[in-house]
């Protein structure tokens, strides 16, 4: 009896590690936060999780009474995972991208790329090091003038005869400020601090998709980081221009692809608004053209099949196969909610998989436009990482409401 007691126990104490073990992973795996669109509630296309909203057995239309709401996500409709937010919103529909665009961005200050030591005739020094600027700071000031370009700092180091330099920086959202004796170089005599600074960045991506409930373009997926730190950028001004696709660089193992394009018309499109981790957005000169789909939730997305609609040659875009291997939920997960595996021929032939420039292009399921391609595995190009359209969309839609504020 004793043996049989002691088993009991061992049996629940494992069965409850695990049923924990289980709880938590739900809750870590799955967001804290839902859209769905009115008239219907949280329906997860694996049948593993429920949403139902608090005080009711059922999230249905005519128990709601606001546009957001609490709920408790339910494991199997009977397992209480934890509590989360519903917010319902209008059946959003959109014109679907796929064609390259150019992107002209100004940033707003000059990013701190580099420091390198500066050869004096009485040792190697770095100024700039020394007052504590560091690699990928934002320098928003020099001598209490705004600096807008790198020719701003330049003019002041070179004149500034020896003297001190007052520089002030944004690093992180905190303002630090450094005092930076400059050092004559003793190459070519002139005055040094030891900066290589960026103003300024171009480059190809793919639209993924145009609001025109809100006139606002969104794109590449992910934000325009500076190449040599890996900072998002912050925006100045920025315009995007007409791009045609001249040819591929194919991608292999250890080296992405890239599409390789040229601006068609110097005259902007559109101009940027926003750029944010998952992608820029703006608004378009002109009006949009093309296929209107409609905007899935990410619950609604599932591991299977999908379409990848981008542009490799010309600039015009068409359809490849690919499938979805796994998805991330996570609300922390920026930008990589889906693991993306091309399986087209064609695009495999031509592309290798994946390559840069084809950042934002659409992925579409069932007919619904689901995410966009962000990323190519390095080691890997027919695998890459997507995003969710949801949060695009989330995202367009404020920088809309922004545009039409300031045009108010």
């Known amino acids: 009896m004793k043996r049989y007691q002691n088993f009991l126990a061992a049996f629940s104490t494992v069965f409850g590690l695990l049923f924990a073990t289980v709880l938590g992973t739900a ?34 239309a005519d128990t709601r009474d606001s546009k957001t ?8 409709r009977t397992v209480p995972v934890k509590s989360v937010q519903v917010e319902e919103v209008k059946n959003a529909s959109v014109t679907l991208g796929g064609m390259p665009f150019g992107i002209k961005m100004f940033t707003n200050g000059i990013m701190v790329v580099g420091l390198a030591d500066i050869k004096t005739e009485t040792g190697c020094f770095n ?94 997926g992910h934000g325009i980081c500076d190449s040599d730190t890996g900072r998002l950028m912050p925006l100045l001004s920025g315009d995007i221009v007409p791009v045609t696709i001249s040819g591929v660089t194919k991608g292999v193992k250890g080296t992405p692809g890239e599409l390789r394009g040229y601006f068609t018309d110097d005259k902007a499109a559109g101009t940027l608004g926003a750029n944010v981790p998952s992608g820029v957005y703006g608004t378009l000169n002109g009006s949009a053209s093309g296929q209107t789909v409609q905007v899935a939730m990410k619950q609604d997305v599932q591991a299977g099949p999908v379409k990848i609609y981008t542009t490799i040659d010309g600039n015009t875009p068409k359809f490849y196969d690919a499938v979805i291997e796994r998805i991330d939920y996570r609300d922390s997960v920026q930008s990589k909610n889906l693991v993306l595996h091309v399986t087209d021929p064609q695009l495999l032939t031509q592309t290798g998989g994946i390559v840069q420039g084809m950042s934002g292009s659409p992925i579409l399921q069932n007919g619904k436009l689901i995410g966009a391609v962000t990323h190519v595995f390095i080691n890997d190009p027919t695998r890459g990482y997507g995003i969710f359209a949801e949060k695009m969309l989330v995202q367009s839609q404020s920088v809309g409401a922004q545009e039409k504020k300031l045009a108010s």
């Open 27 to 60: 809750d870590y795996f799955t967001p804290d936060s839902y859209l769905v669109e009115e008239g219907s509630g949280v329906n997860w296309q694996n049948n593993l999780f429920s949403v139902v909203k608090k005080g009711s057995s059922e999230v249905s």
């Open 69 to 76: 709401y609490r709920a408790e996500l339910m494991l199997y």
């Open 127 to 220: 100024p700039a090091t020394e007052a504590g600027l560091k690699v990928g700071d934002i320098i928003t000031s020099v001598n209490g003038k705004s600096a807008c370009s790198n020719l701003d700092v330049e003019k002041i180091v070179e004149g500034s005869g020896g003297r001190p330099i007052q520089f002030t920086a944004d690093r992180g959202g905190q303002k630090v400020s450094a005092s930076v004796q400059p050092v004559r170089d003793e190459s070519d005599g002139e005055y040094k601090v030891g900066l290589w600074v960026r103003d300024s960045t171009a480059g190809i991506g793919t639209m993924t998709f145009y609001d025109p409930a809100e006139k606002c373009f969104a794109g590449l």
